[in-house]
């Protein structure tokens, strides 16, 4: 009998899912007593629930399903791979096809010399090993002391105890005795937040001029890396200014830091080419990624490493793996994915044709009273939800609280976006058409326009003092 239970009724679904399943980044006892949201299936950019309602899926399951919902081809790579070799390891002087072929297709499209992986299960993982494998890098060039990293604070780079060490989460340092020793966080180019009277381009100089300060704290034999998101996708979306990068890309090559850009979101398309590093110009030495990289078909990440990195590492026993570093039907299904992601010109199909076309309704957003700022890279967008555009005001009520109204919002339009804090974002599959991204503002507008009724109705749209 199938252990599937898609066919019981949607209430016996969330009471046994109440009584047995911990969710994520959830306080599961209000869930319970909520009841969550059962997902039964999925086609293209529309999710089904077991109530039957159609959901148009604004962030592509968790920022990863590029490729859209229901693509057989990957279902039968999956099949055919278990059937011929459904396990095998990478340790021990062993490989295999679909581990070997994926990496070298890797290769092929990362820029530069970024032409070694090192496969991981998900995006922590493989930022753990980035932890190691820079640290033991300069350990090898006879520099064991040079072994702190710099992130940023609201980064995300993964749930792990080394990942979200990385991270710059506060509510997660919070918990569990993170970070880990060595790990030290500067501020976010975010300029709606944190820019105060300062242009955006005065502002991201002077963050990308904070590594710098940091490095000559530190000390320059001290630091080991800076990992950073091309675009923070957890944070917010949040777009550096463009004076941003090319200072940390100089700053990075004047203290001989290793640059790392965590790529698990903007890698695959997302930002309108193949890796967020084009799109901000920056030319890391180790790359970060997973979701995209199978479409979240399949649960696999891992590192992509520069020539040098590669052979100073390649010197000596790298005593780091994971039992699923290049799982064979993992690795399957993410050739697959990026078959059809180069085949069907997926992400040409972004830069030219969906980005332009969202960005100009995007951007057409901050005329509606609740927003102050609109920004787009590719197709992951934010929008920032003010009661007072022009001082940028926060709302006096806790944050999120505005945030959480209009998501609710969203879901009651049979559109997910989530927000973070008080901030709306979105990032739906690569796939998506222009008129589907009709239908998508449709939901958007309605939502806004319903989350603003219920504001103004409980006196909520008021600046904080
Ligand atoms: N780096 C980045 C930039 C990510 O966005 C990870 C690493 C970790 O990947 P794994 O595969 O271990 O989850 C991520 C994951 C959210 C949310 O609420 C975002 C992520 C994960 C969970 C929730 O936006 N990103």
Known sequence: MSTITNHMPTAELQALDAAHHLHPFSTNESLADEGVRVITRAKGVYLTDSEGHEILDGMAGLWCVNIGYGRDELADAAARQMRELPYYNTFFKTTHTPAIALA?????????????????????????????????YWAEKGQPDKNII????NAYHGSSVGSASLGGMAGMHAQGGIPIPNIHHINQPNWWAEGGDMSPEEFGLARARELEEAIQELGEDRVAAFIAEPVQGAGGVIIAPDTYWPEIQRICDKYDILLIADEVICGFGRTGNWFGSQTVGIKPHIMTIAKGLSSGYAPIGGSIVCDEVARVISATEFNHGYTYSGHPVAAAVALENLR?????????????????????????????????????????????LTPEKASRAKFASDPGTIGYICREHCFKNNLIMRHVDDRLVISPPLVITPAEIDEMFVRIQKSLDDALVEINEKGLMKPAS
């Open 104 to 136: 070298a297709k890797l290769a092929e499209l990362a820029p530069g010399d970024l032409n070694h992986v090192f496969f991981a299960g998900s995006g922590s993982e493989a930022n753990d090993t980035n932890i190691r494998l820079v640290r033991t």
């Open 150 to 153: 710099i992130s940023r604070k």
């Open 340 to 384: 059809i992601l180069e085949e069907e010109n997926v992400v040409d199909h972004v830069r030219n044709v969906v980005a332009p076309y969202m960005k100009k309704k995007w951007d057409a957003l901050v005329e509606h009273p609740l927003v102050g700022e609109a920004k787009i890279a590719g197709l992951m967008g934010s929008i920032a």
